[in-house]
């Protein structure tokens, strides 16, 4: 008995689901527009999609720091160095705080206010860089193996030079002379607050 209640209400139901779908001439007030309807959805969805896209974007522009050339590592390098030297060549304090992230980095410029010798003002141009090579290179931390000379002044340098991310630009973090030093914890220090 409860098996024919079950199979009864299986047909009448199979049967209310057959005449709801089944379509009705002058009933259907659809539109004839329908497909322009899924067509603004399919637009809706693109434009879904390319704000995903722009948000991808944005969060990869967030690495835009790290650098992954020597030609970047180069570039960065020799502008440093050329606000290092025109900060010392000038006597500008406010220009070495630009290009260096410690307080012992800016007191070892200014000891060479004066001191140290040029024989043309600084020029960016004129900044030789060689056996270049990224050791590290993160979004916190640039690791650079360089030999550093310029022809507007004697002398050169050859080291582990460290860059740290500060807000919008690579400064000056440290300076080590052999490879095998321990450079890695300039990479973690903290910099100073005033710079």
């Known amino acids: 008995m409860i098996r024919r209640l079950i199979a009864g209400l299986i047909v009448v139901g199979l049967g209310v689901g057959v005449w709801a779908l089944w379509p009705r001439g002058d009933s259907d007030t659809t539109p004839t527009t329908t497909p322009t309807a899924v067509v603004s959805t399919t637009t809706t969805t693109t434009t879904v999609v390319t704000s995903t896209s722009e948000a991808n974007t944005t969060t990869t522009s967030e690495d835009s720091n790290v ?3 020597v030609e970047e590592a180069e570039a960065i390098l020799r502008e440093l160095w050329f606000g ?7 006597q ?8 260096v992230g410690t307080q012992a980095m800016l007191d070892a410029a200014g000891a060479q206010f004066g001191v140290m010798e040029f024989a043309a003002a600084p020029d960016p141009a004129l900044i030789l860089l060689s056996d270049l090579e990224i050791l ?4 916190i931390c640039l690791a650079l193996w360089a030999g550093v000379s310029a022809s507007f002044r004697p002398g050169a340098t050859e080291g582990v030079q460290i860059l740290r991310w500060a807000s919008d630009r690579w400064i000056f973090a440290g300076f080590w002379t052999h490879r095998d030093d321990l450079w890695e914890a300039d990479c973690d220090s903290q910099l100073d607050a005033s710079f």
Do not use: H, M, P, S
């Open 67 to 69: 650098v992954t050339t």
């Open 136 to 139: 590290r290179a993160d979004q």
């Open 92 to 99: 500008d304090e406010d220009r070495i705080k630009q290009v």
């Open 84 to 90: 290092w030297f025109e900060g010392i060549y000038n």
